[in-house]
């Protein structure tokens, strides 16, 4: 984060605690709902660890979602077992609605688990928090589940830009409480997940993605003196370039879709976190094998904390993630 350079690069993987985990898919069989799983510090504190435990990562992440913001702002979120999340669809009338005081109140359960977790961790395992950028947060808010290309937030960001804006904006300001909450609880430096930040023109990539991501940097670091802050605003091609300057953050999250040496420029600004194909981790053998050392060669002189380019996903065999440790780790 503060871009000390080590011999082997610190290592974890985006959704590190999840479905490709048997112990994992024990535990949430145990708890019930996913929701269940985040808001019970006991189980949330479980989850985080099982990767740690499995495969001795150099960072864990606290076990919850996104979308606990909108479920505290009362959008009331289910996770159905064999859907993604569903919340009820929000119209611009919902917006007054929203209940931005008692967020963190709400939220308690998680924070004593970042409590929970920051104890049983061993000391030089780094603990992340993280949030959504509100732009990707407000995506799944108003059309109350994910869709492939966002469609019902751009056309409403184009057809109500002032209730937009007052959207994003509660939103940023929840998000900003919230990860000072998690670093008073313990997490050493947090990750703001934008996963959606691809699908949006020139003009509301600046006034949805980096000016709200900007906020909650500059928010957050008027309580916490040099906060180190992770962008991941996944997918952004050349928007990439000033996503730094423009936000303020210290990390940057690449994806795996840009040329090696465009990630490499983007190192000379500072630190890069990334950015191996999620897909080479599901095939393994040499795709695998490949695929790591092409990030090594090019990014392994500089600032770097290895990552996948986006989460793991529930498929990836077991076998595969030892193999790309011990890939790293030589
Ligand atoms: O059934 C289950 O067990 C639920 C699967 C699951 C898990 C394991 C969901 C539902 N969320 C999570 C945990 C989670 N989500 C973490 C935990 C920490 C970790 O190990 O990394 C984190 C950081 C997230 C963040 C998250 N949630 C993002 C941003 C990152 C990304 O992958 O793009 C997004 C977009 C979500 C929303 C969400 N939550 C869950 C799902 C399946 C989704 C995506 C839904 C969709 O777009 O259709």
Redesign the pocket.
Known sequence: MKGIQTEVPPVW???????YLPE??AL?EKAGG?LD??YTPEFAIE??LQ?IKRFGFDAA???????VIPDALGRSVR?D?GH??QLDPMSIDDIDGLEPENIINHLKPVLEAVEGIRSDLPADTSLLG?C?APW?VAT?MIAG???PDQAPARIFAHQYPEAFERLLNIIAKCSAEYLVAQFRAGADAV?I?D??ASVLDQDQFEKWCTRPVKKIVELVRREIDNAPIIG?P?GIGSFYQDYRSHTDIDMMGLDWAMPMSFAKKLQEQGPVQGNLDPTRLIAGGRALDEGVDVILEQLGNGPLVFNLG???T?QTPIVHVEQMLKRIRG
């Open positions: 993987v985006m959704r590190q605690a999840g479905r994992y898919r949430r996913f799983l985040c989850a985080t990767p992440i606290l076990f919850s979602d996104i979308l996770f077992a993604g999340p993280f959504g990707t799944y589940h994910g869709t990750q997940f996963s959606w991941f996944k986006h989460g793991i529930p």
